[in-house]
């Protein structure tokens, strides 16, 4: 009767020490160990970054087919948009294209005069990137870190470290490039620090995501320094990531607390990371040459970004960051090409005041006291 | 009930990958389950023979390369998730719906702190409440696979 019983089983229904293998503790802690291995691995050094590679090219084709409902949804959309809608968007893309273009004439003018004052001041040529059009694939799946994934990667020479913009402002920096993806680490993720400068009144200072809301934290700047709510922030150009110029945030918030020397200053980023759908990559521009010297070389701050990808120094290293166009630490000097000293060492702090690169986690060992006016 | 074919399971896993990938909007970041693992954790209990802990810690590697986290993280708990859920294997058959569906409520909410818990040893931000909401979506999507795939497997009546 009992043989009778044991032949009615199921398979799995047979008790556990009938199922083949190893026993699932065994197992577990099998696995428990490999995936810390390759946590620590993968955090450390650079090992893994083939093998992710690898993997997210294989997982393309699946990508394209889940966002596949999505595009036709879209494709139906755009097909039965209203021919009245269509008429006023046309309208109102002329107007714009109007406004722009007469705001593109000065601008060349501008652009010309400039590198004529330039050229009589011996100074360099001023940044003018060239820029991909990207397409937002989705936002980051990880509730933890800002970041959105791009349609463009290393088949269209796509590098880490190349700032992303859209049409209002600063978004962030790719940070990781498959095959035909990207990765853009957002300005609002605890990672990304941006050199930025205060249209107002031309004061400098790094900027820091904060990780958590959509803002970004100005630490080490002292209660007296000034500073108004609606302030907006621009970024100024001596990293060498980011063209000058371009708007990254407005002042929101300045507490002033009584045992801290330093404000709390918040402000929330200008690019809406959430709604545009298309972005733009720029190029890392070229250094210019700059003339080693090797006397007053500055003692560079130690750089311990222990969590930053690798990738993002070395091309930050590559492309060593451009001149500053008004260093503050020496008036300027009219008949001789304006070299900062330290700008050749292979490092990512560019001038004496610009503190940490984009990326860089060091804080506040690195960011003198801006000079409130430029010379 | 006959045991799945193991071709089924790979496909489930498939579908589950696919939906892991898709682009999700805003609000539905927040309330988004976790497919794969649902899928998963199903299936190790449900056809031990085809899904051992193995191929549970092979999905959580493939929603760490999808998420572009730390590679390991999600591996790694979604191995000590189904762990867990095996060392009751034989009792589950002898829950009722509302003790199973806590025992999987309980399954999936360690798999999002044990996250959380690696995230803050690397310097994450902690995030707010709705962290939590993607356990009862979870849940929903575990019926789905009840009615799909059937019941836990119960013993015969002699």
């Not at chain 1, 394209?64 to 755009?78: D, H, K, Q």
């Not at chain 1, 605890?190 to 990780?211: D, V």
């Not at chain 1, 260093?327 to 490092?347: I, K, W």
């Not at chain 2, 760490?64 to 730390?70: A, E, N, P, Y």
């Amino acid at each position: 009767m009992l043989k009778g019983i044991h032949q009615q089983l199921d398979p799995q229904e047979s008790p556990a020490f009938f199922i083949q293998g190893p026993k699932p503790f065994s197992r577990l802690m099998f696995f428990c160990t490999l995936s810390l291995v390759m946590m620590a691995v993968d955090a450390r050094f650079d090992y893994l970054s083939q093998v992710r590679q690898w993997f997210s090219t294989a997982l393309h084709p699946l990508e394209v087919l889940a966002s596949a409902p999505n595009e036709w949804g879209r494709n139906i959309n755009t097909y039965f948009t209203s021919h009245n809608q269509l008429i006023q968007d046309n309208f109102t893309l002329k107007q714009q294209s109007l406004i722009d273009n007469a705001a593109l004439q000065r601008l060349a003018t501008v652009d010309a005069e400039n590198a004529h004052l330039r050229t009589l001041l011996a100074g360099d040529a001023p940044i003018i990137p060239q820029a991909t059009l990207g397409e937002v694939l989705h936002m980051g799946r990880d509730p933890f870190s800002n970041i959105i994934t791009l349609n463009r990667g290393s088949r269209h020479h796509i590098t880490p470290g190349q700032a992303v913009v859209d049409e209002q402002g600063v978004v962030g920096q790719i940070t990781r490039v498959y095959t035909f993806t990207s990765e853009v680490t957002l300005i609002t993720d605890k990672k990304l620090s941006i050199p930025i400068q205060i249209e107002r009144n031309q004061l400098r200072a790094i900027a820091f995501g904060e990780g958590k809301r959509n803002t970004l934290d100005i630490p080490y700047l002292p209660t007296s320094v000034d500073i108004k709510v609606g302030d907006k922030l621009v970024t100024s150009g001596i990293d060498g990531v980011y063209p000058a110029g371009l708007a990254v945030a407005v002042v929101t918030q300045i507490k002033q607390s009584q045992d801290s020397p330093f404000a709390k200053i918040i402000s929330r980023p200008i690019a809406g990371v959430n709604n545009h759908k298309h972005v733009l990559i720029l190029k890392v521009p070229e250094s210019p040459a700059i003339n080693q010297s090797s006397e007053n070389r500055q003692v560079l701050p130690r750089n311990n970004a222990q969590h930053l990808d690798q990738s993002v120094v070395e091309v930050l290293q590559k492309n060593n960051a451009a001149v500053d166009p008004h260093p503050a630490t020496e008036t300027p000097v009219l008949d001789a090409p304006s070299s900062e000293p330290g700008a050749a060492t292979p490092a990512v702090t560019p001038g004496p005041e610009t503190g940490t690169p984009t990326g860089n986690t060091t804080q506040g060992n690195t960011l003198a006291p801006a000079a409130p006016e430029h010379p | 009930m006959k045991p799945v074919k193991f071709g089924t399971f790979l496909f489930t896993m498939l579908i589950g990958l696919i939906f892991q990938l898709y682009p999700w909007s805003n609000a539905g970041i927040i309330i988004r389950p976790d497919f794969l693992l649902v899928i998963m954790i199903y299936w190790v209990l449900q056809a031990p023979y085809h899904c051992n802990i193995g191929w549970v810690w092979f999905a959580g590697l493939l929603v760490d390369l999808s998420t572009g986290s730390l590679l390991g993280q999600h591996a790694l708990t979604f191995a000590i998730t189904a762990f867990l859920g095996l060392i009751y294997q034989r009792r589950l058959v002898l829950f009722n719906r509302w003790q199973l569906y806590l025992y999987v409520i309980f399954l999936f909410g360690v798999q999002r702190g044990l996250i959380l818990l690696l995230k803050l040893f690397a310097g994450g931000e902690l995030p707010d409440w709705t962290y939590g909401l993607p356990v009862l979506s979870d849940l929903i999507l575990w019926q789905c696979m009840i009615i799909w795939f059937g019941e836990l497997t119960r013993p015969k009546k002699l």
